[in-house]
């Protein structure tokens, strides 16, 4: 049986995708779609990935969490004053950005910057639940643009966190007219489903490496704010 995009399916799209232990490495994958709409093409986007994660199981579980349908509030002080409205959103979402050994963010393009909802995203992790991971960095928009999310997340949507964005990184333009059938309508399309099969591989690979980097490496919270 195979999903819209001629791969098989991949479980719970907002919850869990379980796979057997085939070449998984024990690893989690976090993928955030952060557009603030719902239905969304970023959400499209995730989906598709899902399914080729699925097929290929480089990750044992991988999670979504898609900021159109479940939106963090605004972060506040509450945050860090034990704000009963944070206890009682944040421990779900918390365990999934720690538990994940990587992550992928698919952002979309809102007047030539990344989403309110991923800006206010990166504001709710330290070192200690992000701190070397690779993220796997794809900026969308329905016109020819997207590169400006990638420019935005690369220049200030890591200080604190500590992400590794990858090298790589993944550029959808017109991506309502792409990943709508199962297989791809002209070149274009499959030059991107290519690109996107090779940079998950690229992904895991780092998600290899920096796991044994993290197994040795010891936070100094004098440093945590730090330029």
Same mark, same amino acid.
């Given at each position: 049986?195979?999903?819209? *995009?001629?791969?098989?399916?991949? #479980? $719970?799209?907002?919850?869990?995708?379980?796979?057997?232990?085939?070449?998984? *490495?024990?690893?989690?994958?976090?993928?955030?779609?952060?557009? /603030?709409?719902?239905?969304?093409?970023?959400?499209?986007?995730?989906?598709?990935?899902?399914?080729?994660? &699925?097929?290929?199981?480089?990750?044992?579980?991988?999670?979504?969490?898609?900021? #159109?349908?479940?939106?963090?509030?605004?972060?506040? /002080?509450?945050?860090?004053?034990?704000?009963?409205?944070?206890?009682?959103?944040?421990?779900?979402?918390?365990?999934?950005?720690?538990?994940? $050994?990587?992550?992928?963010?698919?952002?979309?393009?809102?007047?030539?910057?990344?989403?309110?909802?991923?800006?206010?995203?990166?504001?709710?992790?330290? &070192?200690? &639940?992000?701190?070397?991971?690779?993220?796997?960095?794809?900026?969308?928009?329905?016109?020819?643009?997207?590169? *400006?999310?990638?420019?935005?997340?690369?220049?200030?949507?890591?200080?604190?966190?500590?992400?590794?964005?990858?090298? !790589?990184?993944?550029?959808?333009?017109?991506? !309502?007219? *792409?990943?709508?059938?199962? #297989?791809?309508?002209?070149?274009?399309?499959?030059?991107?489903? !290519?690109?996107?099969?090779?940079?998950?591989?690229?992904?895991?690979?780092?998600?290899?490496?920096?796991?044994?980097?993290?197994?040795?490496?010891?936070? $100094? !919270?004098?440093?945590?704010?730090?330029?």
């Amino acid at each position: 049986m195979h999903n819209a *995009y001629g791969l098989s399916p991949a #479980g $719970d799209f907002y919850g869990k995708a379980h796979f057997a232990p085939k070449n998984t *490495y024990g690893m989690n994958l976090l993928i955030v779609s952060a557009s /603030q709409r719902s239905p969304s093409q970023s959400s499209k986007m995730a989906a598709y990935l899902l399914a080729v994660i &699925e097929q290929y199981r480089w990750f044992e579980r991988v999670e979504v969490l898609d900021l #159109g349908r479940h939106p963090l509030p605004l972060w506040d /002080q509450g945050v860090w004053e034990g704000d009963p409205k944070w206890q009682k959103i944040l421990p779900p979402v918390r365990r999934q950005v720690t538990e994940a $050994d990587a992550y992928v963010f698919i952002i979309p393009e809102w007047n030539g910057m990344a989403t309110p909802a991923m800006k206010n995203f990166t504001l709710f992790w330290g &070192e200690r &639940e992000t701190g070397h991971k690779p993220a796997l960095l794809i900026g969308v928009s329905s016109e020819p643009n997207g590169q *400006y999310p990638i420019a935005d997340m690369r220049a200030f949507g890591l200080k604190n966190n500590k992400w590794v964005f990858i090298p !790589d990184h993944l550029v959808i333009r017109h991506v !309502d007219r *792409y990943f709508n059938t199962p #297989g791809p309508v002209d070149e274009h399309e499959k030059f991107l489903r !290519d690109r996107i099969v090779y940079s998950l591989k690229e992904l895991h690979a780092y998600a290899e490496l920096l796991n044994r980097f993290r197994e040795r490496w010891v936070f $100094d !919270d004098r440093f945590k704010y730090a330029p």
